[in-house]
T-cell receptor, first 112, second 109 residues
Framework: EPEVTQTPSHQVTQMGQEVILRCVPI?????FYWYRQILGQKVEFLVS????????KSEIFDDQFSVERPDGSNFTLKIRSTKLEDSAMYFC??????????FGPGTRLTVL | AQRVTQPEKLLSVFKGAPVELKCNYS??????LFWYVQYSRQRLQLLLR??SRESIKGFTADLNKGETSFHLKKPFAQEEDSAMYYC???????????FGTGTRLKVLA
């Protein structure tokens, strides 16, 4: 059964550095998403992406964040200048239509 | 405001006992509701969605619009049901899930 994959599984970075989190959605899916979960808190929506543009974004998704689908398979989340409070688990998801979403295993980002 | 509430952080039951994981939502429109399960160190997996009205791994959930609830139930809990359970709301016209805070279910032998 096809699955969403994410790399790396764990990323450690210094505050102020740029990070890129990578996701490979399920191949015939059209909608792509990023969520994050700060330790001990709920899973929060960051952004959705469809037809090569952002469909919706949350207040968390400020100018430090960007998303890209650089080729036919990858979907990336870039954080330009990481802050301590960006430390979280980041989940990528995809869906065929704008309904049931399938999640990747997550990338744990630790900002020191 | 759109919100999902899971009032219990932790629910412990004995094997063979009935389980009910509570989920209430706040949304004025027509909601789509989902239950996701996360086993230890694994990804969030879809357990069920209300419009399919399926029973998956013995779990069922009924949408009660009057009580704005979507509680997850299983008549006889198994040890392998131990996991984190998240209720999620998809509002019409948007592309995002609103998650509850999750309930950790522990099924004791």
């Amino acid at each position: 059964e096809p699955e969403v994959t994410q790399t790396p599984s764990h990323q450690v970075t210094q505050m102020g550095q740029e990070v890129i989190l990578r996701c490979v959605p399920i191949s015939n899916h059209l909608y792509f998403y990023w969520y994050r979960q700060i330790l001990g808190q709920k899973v929060e929506f960051l952004v959705s992406f469809y037809n090569n543009e952002i469909s919706e974004k949350s207040e968390i998704f400020d100018d430090q964040f960007s998303v890209e689908r650089p080729d036919g398979s990858n979907f990336t989340l870039k954080i330009r200048s990481t802050k301590l409070e960006d430390s979280a688990m980041y989940f990528c998801a995809s869906s065929g239509l704008a309904d049931t979403q399938y999640f990747g295993p997550g990338t744990r980002l630790t900002v020191l | 405001a759109q919100r999902v509430t899971q009032p219990e952080k932790l629910l412990s039951v004995f094997k063979g006992a009935p389980v009910e994981l509570k989920c209430n939502y706040s949304y004025s429109g027509s909601p789509e509701l989902f239950w996701y399960v996360q086993y230890s160190r694994q990804r969030l997996q879809l357990l069920l969605r209300h419009i399919s009205r399926e029973s998956i791994k013995g779990f069922t959930a009924d949408l009660n619009k009057g009580e704005t609830s979507f509680h997850l139930k299983k008549p006889f809990a198994q040890e392998e049901d131990s996991a984190m359970y998240y209720c999620a709301l998809l509002t019409s016209g948007t592309y995002k899930y609103i998650f509850g805070t999750g309930t950790r279910l522990k099924v004791l032998a």
